[in-house]
């Protein structure tokens, strides 16, 4: 007898979770979470999935309790005999904090990790993790899943690719610009910027030609838009782009960005659901595809033991 499929979700994006589970035709676990009125929380796995196979789909972005309550769903399975547990996190917190650049601080991701695995987590399934070593924070298999087949999907029907470039906005992003320029058949730029404290850059140099072009400025997250919007104004002001799209797997979005999109010289800002959005009145330019088929593809290769890398092929 195969082990039975259960799809479990913590209240960070239950709608992405209702999804992957329509797509696997599966009913979405029925979880209790709720939390004491000193904010503590509580959690309980309302059905049977002793001897299952478990995916708990969270993502971990603030606030913290996204991540306390993915921790408390692992630990919850495991202690419910849970044959084994995949944590699905769409987005990964913390992954910028993938080293000790300064003194006296904490190597952040590597600490998500370990809590993590040892709540109980057998497999992690990630997407366009900030910085791909990551993986090797955990001692535990994982599948590292890319959002460009859905992005590139979208641009190559949206966009006249002999006039279309790509540009990394960092020196970060240019193995991942490159792989999607490649994949469009468009040319490569790179801007170079120092970031002098956190969440500020400023653009230093420019690499490549864009006169004349249509420019996406390709990167893994979008978080208070700073960097996208310099890039922007630095393309179309000191570079002559003619048009200029923004596109990113995780929507962040806090603070001042969707002011700062409304004011830049930005056509488009493509990202995926990995994260919940649903301020599309703030901000028009805003354009959210559907990454859970990618997701429950996925979920449902793993269950049955069968190849990840060949949905990139």
Known sequence: ???????????????????????????????????????????????????????????????AENLLELLLLLDAARRSSAQRITAVVPYFGYARQDRKDQPRVPISAK?????????????????????????????IPMDHLYAAPV???????ARDLDRLAVVAPDVGSVKMARAFAKQLGATLSIIDKRRPRPNQAE????IGDVRDRDVVIFDDMIDTAGTMCDAAKELVANQGAKRVDVCATHPLL???????LNE???????????????RHD??????????????????????????ISSLFL
Do not use: W
């Not at 806090?254 to 700062?260: K, Q």
């Open 151 to 157: 992005l590139l999907e979208h641009f190559m029907h």
């Open 111 to 139: 600490l998500m990790a370990n809590l993590i695995t040892t709540s109980g987590a057998d497999r992690m399934l990630t997407m366009d993790l900030h910085a791909a070593q990551i993986q090797g924070f955990f001692d």
């Open 264 to 278: 830049a010289p930005v056509g488009e800002v493509v990202v995926t659901n990995t994260i919940h959005f649903d």
């Open 203 to 206: 653009v230093v140099n420019f």
């Open 254 to 260: 806090s603070g001042p960005a969707l002011d700062r």
């Open 1 to 63: 007898m195969g082990r039975r499929l259960r799809v479990l979700s913590g209240r960070g994006h239950e709608d992405l979770a209702v999804r992957i589970c329509k797509y696997l035709d599966v009913s979405l676990t029925d979880v209790d979470i709720h939390a004491f009125s000193d904010g503590e929380l509580r959690v309980k796995i309302q059905e049977n999935i002793r001897g299952a196979d478990v995916f708990i789909i969270q993502p971990t972005q603030p606030p």
């Open 282 to 307: 703030e901000c028009a330019k805003i354009e959210v595809l559907d990454i859970s088929q990618l997701l429950a593809e996925a979920i449902k290769r793993i269950h049955l033991e069968q190849s």
